[in-house]
Structures are given as structure tokens and as C-alpha cells.
């Protein structure tokens, strides 16, 4: 130790850099490893509704602490699970409050998030779900990181089965041509690249925005005119009501003979339809019913 | 060329591009059956790219004679942001009907006009242009601000639906708006037209406008009130679209020169060919899909505007 | 026989500042006057007034023997005209339309204009001079054309009385005496009655019978130039020494006095004694 007086300003530029030196070092090196966790104690979040439901499916209901503003499925989980953001845009603070194990999430706007939950000591995984072939893959991902992994396989296989069920009738038959809408102003429809349109495949129709490889777009009235398709399916985003009033009001539309004949399908809710997950072959039935039912609406 | 017959001329080549864009379609070029759902859509579509066209070059026409400035557009004073806000109230509140975008979006620039004269009128005296101007700057911001804000309580869906109306688009609600706009465009473009000696006027100063017999303030608040009609008529019917405005009344300057008689024909011909034109290629350029005319016309106006800067004869400014 | 311009103890103000203090003046039809005095005597103010823009705070103001308060615009226009001092014109106007706008309170407005309108019209260009640029654009033009005019403007009116504001302020000598003398042959072969604004004390006593002189807001002398340029009166208005003198030709001519060299520099304001003649 140096027997002369300090002089303060060194010994002030020596502390910010050792602190500093500090600091990044407490930030480097391997992350805390999250301990494991003994199952039954499992705190799980997710973030995503599809995910939500699939994890209610495999029988996880109880490890469930937290949910996204958009899960509604199944409808006990809504007063009973917190919320912890929106779809997307999870709440930071309250979602580490509510002390979970586990996050899952579909698809993440903040990608800082992750890293901040790993710091914290908390698992996070994304559970890709977008097509019907990744919804098995999914139930059986979650199940396993739940903790579930029987029940998850069991639902899988049946799940599994029952698409492979439903193509093949649905290649037996003829398939109508179906217009789907998203929205109407202006007028959005489901492209190739969607689970609507595989939907709409799997119950045996044809999505007429197949000819365009994107997830949706914006549609040319024209074209849909043009193509008469046999018939429209309103997704029910907008409020299913005053659909058909609105499609009888564009131009060109009350002569399309898909709407004189009121081939119009509405009401069928969007958390069924427009969502990922395992109620897709209930899902399926229903649009394969309606649609059977407004083939048979046509004109003798 | 002398400007009559540039002027007739002019008109001519207006509907024969007019009678081209009725024959150009997604699909390819040739007329449909006019009873068939393609038929009815494309003439209901171009009659739409005109009433919507014309509304907005004569908003245009008006408030560059009244503000005395060639820069001024139908959205200056506000219209734009308080349909928008309309707009955005009704998509928000989730309001029923078909009528209740175009409606809500009406009544919002409507009551922008007021509320932008009432700010910049001094104690019930008539307000400078000055005052008009920097008013409707204010109320623009305030209004800009509070749209933000709907934007981000706005569902997911109506979120994309408010962004679409920002850019303008042609697809209409029904035949019934249609027509309600092209009345209230109609109409406003006639009152303009049978004063168009008050805008001749007012273009050189109040003070010069009393001089010659007008009564300058009344003038100046009804040609206000009428832009305002034509232009949120408009914004009601498509949305935002912008240049049209803004452009159409030089380019038809530039035609047929700046006595409103004849400019207020010529722009209103103008502007409705333009969007018609734009609309056309918007709606055309792709089998299935289309893209935003406000990207159009943006995209076409630009040029042509730094064209016409350009030539810039016989502007003092 | 009515007087073209008649006020009665006429008062003004411009918010709480008064501008006109008790104008009481007559103007026959068919003089020619002019309005002279210091900057901010009110010169500009009483054309407002006059034109009816501008509400009196008290008194009265008659045209040809009506209440300009009680004239509708129209006919207002129809009897006065303004030829302002500076046109700013945004939008490209050709010199024909511009021209045209004086019509406006004539202009039938639900049918087409008739013949006698575009008569009007090439008629006052025709006085002015400026038939030859009709067509051009009116910002192209130099000063003395574009005041021109703007006097065709106003006679395209067919007023019956002209009301100037500084007509010449901008323009050259050469250019002062054409405008002046454009306006003396309308004075005199057709009758119209002329108040102009002048700074240029020497041009008012040439060509205009009748000088009326406003100081501060008030009416100080009215009558013909001799009667009113006298050097006195003059010192107390224009603040300075001016000698008025006529010429050979009967000219009247008003000139600022220097001091002597030698003495010194006399305060802006202040009244040096004329020198001893």
C-alpha cells in the first residue's frame, strides 16, 4: 500500500473502473442454470392462445399461472388464470410477478424478452404452430416440456389420424370453390400460405385465394367477381350480422350467384376456426357441415 | 394553341381516357357485360375514381384561390386528419352499418372547418388567412395526435382497416354512398362554379375583392364550406388519397389558365380522370391482389408536380 | 348638384387609436383631387372609409348622395373604383383577365357574359395602354405596366368615381407623368370624377384642381393648389422647410430647403429658420 496521500481523483477513476469491470463480469459467463424443477411444480405461462389450449388439452390445466389477453379457451381458464399481456406483447413485469417456471410462446414481437427471462432463471420456449401438420408436432413438444408426455401423445395420434381421415374424403369428392373473407374494407382474403386455406382443404373445399402464395392479401373485387366462387365464407372477425347485408351492398356482388343463392357461410366462431390448435378436427366438422349445408342450398 | 380549344380538346381526351379505364381490368383489357357482377363493379368502381377525383381537385381549386397559395391542398385546413379521426372513431367504437365509416368520417371534417374558422376568429371578426392557416395547422397536430392514439387501442383487424383508409381506397361500401357523394360533390362543384368571378377575385386580396363588389368575408367562409364538402365527401367515400388536390389545379391551370370559369371544369375533368387512371392501374396491375391508390397517385403525382414546378410560368411567388 | 364624395364630421379608428378626426369634405363630380399629406395623416385610412371597408366610428360618408354604409356591394362597385397601390397576384391572371375581374360586380351570374362585357373590357385597356399585352402574364410585366393595369381594373368598373392610392409611388418620372396624364385625359373627356394619393406634392399641384391636405388625422386645408401649398402650412405638416415657388409656365412647385453647409446639422424634426432670401 503506498504510503503517500491518495490523490482523490485517481482513487475515484480506480473505483468507477473496477465497478465497471465488475458489472460486466457479473454479466458474462454462463447463464444461471435454472434448477429443476420437480414436476407438479411447474408454473407455466403462455402466451398464445392456440398454445393455451393445447396445454389444457394434455391435462396441464392446473400448472397453468398465466395466460395472454387473447387465450379464451377453455372458458374456466378466464377468471380463473391472470393475464400477463396482450397476444405478442407480453407484459414484462407481470409476467415475472407471476413467478412462472415456463413460458411459451408462439411468436414474439419483443425478442428481448427471452433474454431477460433466461437471466431470471425461467425457461422459455417458442412452440412454432401454424399449419395443421406442426399442431400434433406441438402437442407433443408441450407435452413434453409440461410434463404430460402420455396424454400429449395420445392427443396427437388421435389428432393425427383424424386429419389424415378427413383428407382423404376430402380428395373423394368434389370440391367446391371457396371465397374466404377476413375483413371487408378493404376486402382481405386467406392466400396459400395460410391455415385457412387448409383448413378450407380439409373440409373439402377449395380456398380461392390459392392462386396467391401469401398468407393474405388484399383482394381485387374484380377478380373475385371474375372467378364466381361457389361459395363465401366469412370468417367472422368483423361481426358475422350484417355480413351478408355488407357483401349484398358491394358493387357486383348481390348479382354473383353465390350470394343470390345465399351460399353464404358466417357464425362459425373465429377462436374455432381461425386457430391452430386441438379443437381442429371439431373445427373441421362444423366448416365441413356448413359448407355441405350451403351446397345444398342451391338452386334446383 | 388558343385556350378554348385547348380547354374542349382537353375534355375530349378526358372521356375517351375515361371510356379506356371502364375497359381495363384485373383479368385483361376489353368491356365486360355492363349486368354482369365484373360489369357492375368496374363501372360502379370508375364512376367512384371520378366523383372522388373531381371532389378533391375542386376542394383543391377553392382553397388555392382562397388561401391565395398554389401550395394549398383540400387537407390544409384539417379535413384530413378530422375524417380521419371519424374514421377512426366508428372503426374503434366498432360501429355498426356500412354507412358509418363514410358518415362518421363526413361529419369529422365537416366540424374541422368549424372549429378551425371559430379558433381563428378573433373575437366574432373574420378571420385572416393567416390566422385560418395557422389554425388549421394546430388542429391538424391535435388531431394528428389523438388519431395515434386510437390507432393503438384499435383491434388488430381495424388496425389494418384504418391504415388501408389512410392510403385511400376505391372500393366503395355501396351503391347507395356512391351516389350520396357524387350529389354532395355535384353540388358543391356547382355553387363553386357559379361564383367562380368571387374566387377570381379573392385570388387578389380581400381588400381588392371588396373593391370589385364582393363581399369578401362571406365569400371567403362559403368557399371554405364548400371545399370542405367536396373534399370530405370525398375522404368519406376512398379515404385519404393525396396529390389529387394539390395537383390537378396546376396541371389545369396550366391547360386552361387561372380564370375559374373555365379552371374549375378543367380541374374537376382533370382530377377525375387522374384517380380514374391511377384507380385502373392499381386495381389492374396484379391478377388478384391490389395495391393502395394513395401509393399511385403519390407515385405518379410526384414527378408530374416537379414537372409542372419546373416550368413554373407565371407564378410571382 | 351632388357632390361624388361628401363626409360629415367623419371620425375613424383603428382599435382604440383614432385615425380621422371630424373630415368634413366635398368633393363635386367631375374634379380631379388629390389627397396629400405626411405618412400616417390617414391618407390610406380615408380611401377605406370612403370605399366603405372600413366602418366610421361616427359621422357620415355619402357617394353621389347615398350612405356608403347602405350601398350593396354591387352597387357600390359599380359607382367607385380602387386602383390600389400594389397588386400582388398569385396565380398566373393575363393582363385580359385581370382586366376582366373589374367586371365583376357587373357579370350576370346565372348566364353567360354578353358582348358589352368584353367591349368594357378592351375599352379600358385601350385607355391605359395595354391592349398590346392582353395576353401576357400579369407577373411578367415591369412596375409602370403593371400599374397601368391596375387602373384599367378599376375603369373596367365604368365608375363614376376613381379612387387612387399612391398611383405613382413606385414608378420612375417618365412613367408618373404617363399614368397622370392617362388619368387626366379620363378626368376630362369622360367626366370621372378623380382623388388620388400623392406624395409627390409637385405631380398632385400639376395635374389636380383641388389638394386636400390631412395632418394627423384632420383636415387642414382644401381647395386649389395655391390656395393650400403655402409654405407656412406646409413647415407645420411636413415637419421641415419647403419653398414654393411658380414657374415661368405657371407651374406651382413645392422643393425641400437644405440648411446652409456651414450650420450644423439640424435634428431630424426640428424646423430650420429659412434661409434669408
Known amino acids: ?300 | ?317 | 348638384m351632388t357632390a361624388a364624395v361628401e363626409t360629415d364630421r367623419l371620425c375613424a379608428s383603428y382599435g382604440g387609436t383614432p385615425c380621422l378626426r371630424d373630415i368634413d369634405l366635398r368633393i363635386p363630380e367631375g374634379e380631379m383631387a388629390a389627397l396629400i399629406g405626411p405618412n400616417g395623416a390617414g391618407k390610406s385610412t380615408l380611401l377605406r372609409v370612403l370605399t366603405g371597408q372600413h366602418p366610421p366610428a361616427s359621422g357620415g360618408v355619402r357617394l353621389f348622395g347615398r350612405d356608403v354604409a347602405a350601398l350593396r356591394p354591387s352597387e357600390r362597385a359599380r359607382w367607385v373604383a380602387v386602383a390600389p397601390q400594389e397588386l400582388l397576384a398569385p396565380m398566373p391572371f393575363t393582363v385580359e383577365e385581370i382586366v376582366g375581374i373589374g367586371r365583376t360586380a357587373r357579370l350576370p351570374r346565372w348566364s353567360a357574359p354578353g358582348p358589352e362585357h368584353r367591349r368594357a373590357v378592351e375599352e379600358a385597356m385601350a385607355w391605359m395602354d395595354v391592349l398590346a399585352l392582353r395576353t401576357r402574364t400579369f407577373h411578367e410585366l415591369s412596375g409602370g405596366e403593371r400599374q397601368r393595369v391596375v387602373i384599367a381594373m378599376a375603369l373596367a368598373q365604368e365608375p363614376r368615381l376613381l379612387l387612387l392610392d399612391e398611383p405613382t409611388s413606385h414608378l420612375d418620372v417618365s412613367h408618373r407623368l404617363e399614368i397622370l396624364r392617362l388619368i387626366e385625359r379620363m378626368n376630362a373627356e369622360r367626366g370621372l370624377t378623380v382623388l388620388l394619393t400623392s406624395h409627390d406634392l409637385n405631380l398632385a399641384a400639376e395635374f389636380c384642381r383641388r389638394l386636400l391636405l390631412l395632418d394627423r388625422g384632420r383636415l387642414v386645408a382644401e381647395g386649389p393648389p395655391d390656395a393650400v401649398l403655402r409654405e407656412p402650412l406646409l413647415r407645420e405638416v411636413y415637419h421641415c422647410a419647403l419653398r414654393v415657388r411658380r414657374e415661368d409656365d405657371g407651374a406651382l412647385t413645392v422643393r425641400p430647403v437644405r440648411p446652409p453647409r456651414s450650420a450644423a446639422p439640424a435634428r431630424p424634426g426640428a424646423n430650420p429658420s429659412p434661409p434669408a432670401e
Open chain 1, 1 to 300: 500500500m503506498n504510503a503517500a496521500a491518495p490523490n482523490p481523483g485517481r482513487a475515484a477513476a480506480r473505483v468507477a473502473v473496477v465497478g465497471l469491470c465488475a458489472g460486466w463480469l457479473a454479466g458474462c459467463g454462463p447463464r444461471a442454470t435454472p434448477p429443476a424443477t420437480p414436476p407438479g411444480a411447474e408454473r407455466i405461462v403462455s402466451l398464445a392462445p392456440n398454445l393455451t389450449e393445447i396445454v389444457c388439452a394434455v391435462g396441464a390445466a392446473d400448472l397453468l399461472v398465466g395466460r395472454s389477453s387473447a387465450c379464451d379457451y377453455p372458458p374456466d381458464i378466464v377468471a380463473r388464470v391472470p393475464v400477463a399481456g396482450d397476444f405478442g406483447r407480453p407484459a414484462t413485469e407481470r409476467l415475472l410477478a407471476l413467478r412462472p417456471t415456463l413460458v411459451l410462446a408462439a411468436d414474439l414481437e419483443d425478442k428481448s424478452l427471452p433474454e431477460g427471462l433466461r437471466r431470471a432463471g425461467i425457461r422459455f420456449d417458442v412452440v412454432n404452430c401454424r399449419t395443421l401438420d406442426d399442431i400434433p408436432r406441438a402437442i407433443r413438444e408441450v407435452g413434453r416440456l409440461c410434463g404430460r408426455g402420455a396424454e400429449a401423445e395420445a392427443l396427437a395420434v388421435r389428432i393425427e389420424r383424424g386429419i389424415a381421415e378427413r383428407r382423404a374424403a376430402a380428395d373423394a369428392t368434389a370440391r367446391p370453390v371457396v371465397y374466404a373473407e377476413l375483413w371487408h374494407d378493404p376486402i382481405l382474403t386467406v392466400g396459400a400460405g395460410s391455415f385457412i386455406s387448409e383448413m378450407i382443404g380439409l373440409a373439402g373445399g377449395r380456398n380461392l385465394g390459392d392462386t396467391v402464395a401469401r398468407e393474405y392479401f388484399e383482394a381485387s373485387p374484380e377478380w373475385v367477381l371474375a372467378a364466381a366462387p361457389d361459395i363465401i365464407l366469412g370468417l367472422g372477425m368483423d361481426g358475422a350480422a350484417d355480413f351478408e347485408a355488407r357483401l349484398r351492398a358491394r358493387p357486383g356482388f348481390a348479382a354473383l350467384r353465390a350470394v343470390r343463392e345465399r351460399r353464404i357461410v358466417t357464425g362459425i366462431p373465429p377462436d374455432l376456426l381461425l386457430r391452430p390448435g386441438p379443437r381442429v378436427l371439431e373445427a373441421t366438422d362444423e366448416l365441413k357441415r356448413r359448407l355441405a349445408a350451403a351446397v345444398e342450398r342451391a338452386a334446383p
Open chain 2, 1 to 317: 394553341m388558343n385556350r378554348r380549344i385547348r380547354g374542349w380538346f382537353f375534355a375530349v381526351l378526358a372521356l375517351a381516357g375515361l371510356a379506356l379505364c371502364l375497359a381495363i381490368g384485373p383479368g385483361g383489357f376489353g368491356w365486360p357485360d355492363w349486368g354482369s357482377p365484373v360489369g357492375i363493379a368496374r363501372r360502379e368502381r370508375v364512376a367512384a375514381g371520378f366523383v372522388v377525383g373531381a371532389g378533391l381537385a375542386t376542394a383543391g381549386v377553392l382553397m388555392q384561390a382562397l388561401l391565395r397559395n398554389p401550395l394549398a391542398d383540400p387537407y390544409v385546413l384539417g379535413v384530413s386528419s378530422g375524417a380521419a379521426l371519424g374514421a377512426a372513431a366508428a372503426i374503434v367504437l366498432g360501429a355498426a352499418g356500412f354507412a358509418a365509416l363514410p358518415g362518421s368520417a363526413f361529419a369529422g371534417g365537416a366540424l374541422t372547418l368549424l372549429l378551425v374558422y371559430t379558433v381563428a376568429a378573433p373575437r366574432g371578426r373574420a378571420p385572416s388567412l393567416y390566422a385560418i392557416l395557422l389554425s388549421g395547422v394546430i388542429v391538424s397536430s391535435v388531431f394528428g395526435a389523438l388519431l395515434m392514439m386510437l390507432i393503438s387501442l384499435a383491434p388488430a383487424a381495424g388496425l389494418r382497416g384504418i391504415t388501408w383508409w389512410m392510403l385511400g381506397s376505391l372500393q366503395v361500401p355501396s351503391a347507395g354512398l356512391l351516389r350520396a357523394a357524387a350529389v354532395l360533390v355535384a353540388a358543391g362543384w356547382a355553387a363553386a362554379f357559379a361564383f367562380a368571378p368571387e374566387w377570381n377575385a379573392l385570388t387578389l386580396g380581400a381588400d381588392t375583392a371588396h373593391n370589385v363588389g364582393v363581399r369578401a368575408r362571406a365569400a371567403v367562409a362559403g368557399g371554405l364550406a364548400l371545399a370542405t364538402l367536396t373534399a370530405s365527401a370525398a375522404v368519406a367515400l376512398a379515404g385519404l388519397i393525396g396529390f389529387v388536390g394539390l395537383v390537378v389545379p396546376h396541371g389545369a391551370r396550366a391547360l386552361v389558365g387561372a380564370d375559374h370559369r373555365r379552371l374549375l371544369p378543367a380541374a374537376a375533368l382533370g382530377g377525375g380522370l387522374l384517380l380514374t387512371a391511377c384507380d385502373t392501374l392499381a386495381r389492374s396491375v396484379h391478377p388478384s391482389a391490389e395495391i393502395p391508390v394513395g401509393i399511385v397517385t403519390a407515385l405518379l403525382g410526384g414527378p408530374f408536380f416537379l414537372y409542372l414546378l419546373r416550368r413554373r410560368k407565371g407564378w410571382s411567388a
